[in-house]
């Protein structure tokens, strides 16, 4: 890679191709003034363009050796702000994924005590394989202080903004596993999630505590074709070179389009042909997960009845997604129905939510479960968009058409698509769940944050809306529509237990808010670094969408094509003459964060993005916790309901009498039905892609 050579001029392009699409986030101001505690506690200041026009005037005086480099530092760029709605992959960092094969934990062996650091193949042998050897820590890493090397590597692989957070995500974790392709794999350390874009060196060295050490070969995979490719040369010329005639302005896209729709209203196409194919990879196994009651496509979320003195009341609904595009929501929901109604026809007056690798998901179904949960409730999920030009050009161009055409589902596509956008100001509530009015009622602006950037007036989405169908498809959001019939709640909220490893973001963050703030439900999070201080049950982004560069390049083009407001010839002398596809073809991951979430009656409108947030109660991971996801909840039970001390920091209980009369800590044990072979094959094939398991690249955050 580093022979590719360094294309200057392609560069600057690049690098000035990417500038407009910044103005869509909303966070930089308040990652560069952050408030005192979250810079204390959670994260320092970073100056973002500081960070990116450094790297602008080294490319402008020539100072890469290698594209690659020049990727490098982009990417770190981006991944430094830690949050995993700003993202960028230039193609440069594409072309290779990095990886180690060993994976690694942290457990506790007892518990209680401070965890340390194994690799997951002894914790494995000795506890469902019943090996007699005692597991030595990792003592070193290529020489250094694991611990050290570790907390270093997790703040350049992972993108997420909590450090106890970024710490378990460099670990093997069963629910990033039974999420396959979808998932982290078996942690950042290994080259899972951005791990692989982070280079580890040709190997790398263990060394235990017992004094033994192990060298294993690191290694990459090729993710181009490298049939034609002989040389650095090669690379850049087949891989990362875009041929002129598909650089498009926002404003030749819009003309283009339009011309397409021309051409195409005069036929009508043939409609695709249904794809029977099953999906190899749409239902991976899930080692270490007990029988489910219910169990959902790609395991996204499924239902399970502990069992054993002190847990017959005890339902378990594991929700690792919040249902993106695909699977269809529809089994989303239903799985989530089932699981209820059968706990509540079963007896089962206690429920455990795992949230474990809940990266987010799409926004409806967090509101549908929510609502399942608590029908009585009016979910708040308050957010701004960053109120610029481009935004505001948008907004005036659909609010204007939408005043043409009837708000209803019975028109097309295209109209639909539009109207039933954030851009139509009849979408979305006010923050009185009250309609705006007009456009510049919703869009403001005002100015918030240290530094008086402007944003939108709060908008809350409106779960009453005739277009939400369009949304969600061919199902209804608990309460409303063809779920009116929803009214029970099925468990009280002192019954409900929130447990995650940290790694809760984006939709997760949405709805862990209405889960604590709302309804008052305890959470608990796992693992963490090696210490027994309290930690965030939310350790990503706490923002409420992100847009890609497609998405925004899409919406910018609109009003280049409508002129309802202004001319095309107005808009030629506007910002949105600054949009290009060139940062689209470049990058093979990129997004902004498009809202911030705020909390009901904050005063302050602090985004939640910033707000440091303890769990009720830390728990650490066991060995048998991390081969065993039923071990995690009897834990979680024994925590909350039974009385048992589990919690190494925080209380799931309120007086101190009930933290006096906590019985001593018990770890428990592994099911006598684990498989050795199902574990082993699935870190086998997983990562390193033998067995016909399919290898894709990093995951943008869903919304």
């Not at 029977?276 to 007990?290: E, I, K, L, S």
Request: charged share 20%; hydrophobic share 35%; proline share 6%.
């Amino acid at each position: 890679m580093t022979t590719v050579p360094f294309n200057q001029s392609a560069a600057v392009v690049f690098m000035d191709s990417i500038r407009p699409f910044l103005d869509w986030h909303t966070t930089f101001q308040y990652l560069k003034e952050p408030p005192q505690e979250f810079a204390e506690k959670v994260q320092p200041p970073y100056d973002f363009f500081a960070a990116f026009e450094a790297i602008y005037s080294t490319v402008r005086a020539g100072g890469y050796s290698s594209e690659f480099a020049f990727g490098n530092d982009v990417y770190r760029c981006f991944t430094n702000a830690h949050d995993n709605h700003l993202s960028i992959g230039p193609d440069s960092l594409g072309i290779f994924a990095f990886g180690r094969s060993t994976p690694l934990v942290s457990v506790s062996l007892d518990g209680m005590s401070i965890p340390k650091v194994y690799v997951y193949s002894d914790i494995l042998e000795t506890t469902v394989g019943k090996a007699s050897f005692a597991p030595s820590p990792v003592a070193l890493i290529d020489g250094r202080d694991s611990t050290e090397f570790l907390l270093e590597w997790s703040d350049i692989s992972s993108p997420l903004q909590d450090r106890d957070a970024r710490w378990n995500d460099m670990f093997h974790v069963l629910a990033q596993v039974s999420l396959g392709i979808n998932g982290d794999r078996t942690g950042t350390f290994s080259g899972g999630g951005r791990g692989r874009y982070v280079y580890p060196g040709p190997s790398t060295t263990l060394t235990f505590a017992n004094g033994s050490s192990v060298t294993s070969e690191n290694y990459a995979r090729t993710l181009a074709p490298f049939d034609d490719f002989h040389s650095g040369p090669d690379i850049y010329k087949f891989w990362l070179t875009v041929d002129a005639f598909k650089i498009k302005t926002a404003e030749q896209m819009g003309i283009d389009l339009l011309e397409e729709m021309s051409a195409n209203s005069s036929t009508t196409p043939a409609p695709p042909a249904p794809n029977t194919a099953p999906d190899p990879f749409a239902n991976p196994p899930a080692p270490g997960y007990p029988d489910p009651v219910i169990r959902g496509p790609n395991n996204y979320n499924s239902g399970y009845f502990l069992d054993g003195d002190g847990f017959d009341d005890v339902a378990v609904l594991s929700l690792a997604s919040f249902a993106s595009s695909s699977p269809d929501p529809v089994n989303w929901q239903a799985v989530n129905t089932y699981l209820i109604d059968r706990a509540v026809a079963a007896n089962k007056t206690k429920l455990i939510i795992d949230l474990s690798a809940n990266s987010g998901g799409l926004i409806l179904p967090v509101y549908d479960i929510f609502k399942l949960l608590f029908p009585s409730m009016l979910p708040y999920g308050a957010s701004r968009f960053r109120a610029h030009e481009a935004f505001d050009f948008v907004g005036q161009e659909v609010s204007y058409f939408s005043k043409l055409v009837e708000r209803s589902m019975n028109n097309n596509d295209s109209t639909l698509g539009n109207i039933a956008s954030e851009f139509d100001y009849h979408t979305d509530s006010d923050v009185n769940y009250e309609p705006f009015t007009s456009w510049a009622d919703k869009y403001g602006p005002h100015p918030l944050g240290p530094t008086g950037d402007l944003y939108t007036d709060i908008v809350r989405w409106n779960l009453s809306d005739v277009l939400n169908p369009y949304h969600t498809g061919p199902w209804d959001i608990s309460g409303y529509r063809s779920r009116t019939n929803i009214t029970t709640q099925p468990f009280a909220a002192e019954n409900i237990v929130v447990v995650t490893d940290g790694y809760c973001s984006s939709g997760c963050s949405i709805f862990s808010e209405l889960m604590r703030q709302q309804a008052g439900v305890k959470y608990v999070v796992l693992g963490g670094r090696p210490n027994t201080d309290i930690t965030q049950a939310v350790g990503g982004t706490k923002g409420s969408q992100y847009l890609t560069y497609e998405t925004i390049l899409n919406d910018v083009l609109y009003p280049f094509q409508t002129e309802y407001v202004h001319s095309r010839k107005y808009y030629e002398k506007t910002v949105l003459a600054n949009y290009n596809n060139w940062a689209y073809y470049r990058t093979g991951l990129n997004s902004i964060n498009y809202r911030n979430a705020y909390r009901q009656g904050d005063e302050t409108n602090t985004p939640l993005q910033f707000m440091y947030e303890p769990a009720d109660c830390r728990i650490f991971y066991t060995p048998e916790m991390v081969v065993d996801q039923a071990a995690v909840w009897k834990t979680v039970a024994d925590a909350a309901w039974n009385g048992v001390k589990r919690c190494v920091a925080g209380s799931l209980g309120t007086s101190a009498q009930y933290k006096r009369s906590l019985r001593e800590s018990k770890k428990h044990g592994v099911r006598n039905d684990l498989n050795l072979a199902e574990h082993m094959a699935a870190v086998r094939d997983l990562w390193t892609g033998k067995g016909g398991v399919k290898v894709q690249g990093d995951r943008v955050v869903q919304r």
